[in-house]
């Protein structure tokens, strides 16, 4: 895959990133109610798209300095989601989840987008 075309896959990314944390926050505004399951699908579903992202990046040997710095920057974050989306998956299993984890989620999904 060329470089140009990396770039854009992430742009496009990163775009629906945004985009989809934007949908949630005009329900958090409204009166439209999202469900714990529907919340955690979009989780699951951000998290791997940019891990996919991440490791499309990683796999090519064309990847730019400024990539690398992306890169750098995207693994701490994709690591941290990797333990608390399965624990809160748990935690809404078991009934015993709590804002703060859901909070520290969309927290780590909005730095990925910075």
Known sequence: MNQSKLIRL???RTFMVVLALCFLASCATTDIQIT???ELTFFYNIYNSQHEDYLSMANNPNTSEEQKVIMRK???ILDSLAVLIPAFDKSLTAGT???EQ???IY???NSLGE
């Open 36 to 38: 714990p399951v529907d």
């Open 102 to 104: 859901k909070q520290a």
């Open 74 to 76: 995207k693994k701490p």
């Open 10 to 12: 992430n742009f496009k």
């Open 97 to 99: 989840n709590t804002p």
């Open 107 to 109: 927290d780590l999904l």
